[in-house]
């Protein structure tokens, strides 16, 4: 099994988690610390906001049904306010339309709850060579 490497800058990367199931939370981050990867995790997009530093580098896994501003709404307002966050949704249901709407909207992936851990890093990589990708632009 290979890692992803977490850090490809100056600064290392952050991976925000915003889902309201603690456990879904809790399980990530210790998943993702694990292999090396600063990880801030937040119980809702409005806890989101109020913490992320568009200064550094990372990306957004994000549950599209949360309460309050779901993640499709956070991910038109970081897309409005051109943050240079690459998102990752998931969910544990996803229609064929949803799956449409989520990618055309511009997320990197969606992932159906469960998920395959190497399937989780992937899209990670993908996501962080995005910035990578739009820093040398």
Do not use: W
């Not at 709404?73 to 339309?97: C, E, F, K, R």
């Amino acid at each position: 099994m290979t890692y992803p490497e977490p850090s490809l800058c100056d600064q290392s990367p952050i991976i925000y988690l915003v889902d309201d199931d603690p456990i879904v939370r809790r399980a990530l981050e210790f998943l993702l610390t694990t292999v090396g990867y600063n990880v801030v995790q937040c119980a809702s997009a409005e806890s989101f906001l109020d913490r992320y530093d568009p200064g550094r580098p990372g990306c957004l896994i994000v549950d599209i049904r949360l309460p309050g501003l779901s993640g499709l709404d956070l991910q038109a307002h970081m897309v409005q306010t051109a943050a240079n966050l690459p998102v990752i949704m998931m969910s544990g249901d996803i229609g064929s339309a949803e799956r449409r709407r989520v990618l055309e909207a511009g997320a990197i992936a969606l992932m159906q709850k469960p998920f395959d851990n190497e399937l989780l890093f992937c899209n990670i990589r993908k996501a962080l060579a995005h910035i990578v990708q739009r820093a040398s632009e």
